[in-house]
């Protein structure tokens, strides 16, 4: 374990998690906040040495599936989509 100035980093399931006494954390907390995200390790808080916190980094974002082919069976076609809703004689601007 190293310490250096109330933060101690340690070794733990191949990530360092650095430790900060609450002091600190409240002086840095922006600093800090912006660390964890930028590194993806995590920090614990403590207060007179005991952890009360810890500031873990977000999960991964799910990736988002593409849009195209996302209304796939969704709809059902009923009749000919291609041909007139009505007889050409009903159409007012053939009169």
Not at 4 to 16: G, I, L, N, P
Not at 18 to 29: D, E, L, Q
Not at 53 to 69: D, F, H, K, N, Y
């Amino acid at each position: 374990m190293v310490s250096d100035h109330s933060t101690v980093a340690a070794m733990s399931q191949d990530k360092e998690v650095s430790t900060i006494a609450i002091s600190k954390f409240k002086a840095t907390c922006l600093a800090v906040l912006e660390r964890v995200r930028r590194t993806g390790r995590p920090v614990v808080v403590t207060r007179r040495g005991e952890p009360i916190a810890q500031v873990i980094p977000p999960a991964p974002p799910e990736r988002a599936t593409s849009w195209l082919g996302s209304m796939a069976d969704k709809a059902e076609i009923l009749g000919d989509l291609v041909s007139p809703s009505s007889e050409e004689g009903e159409w007012e601007a053939l009169q």
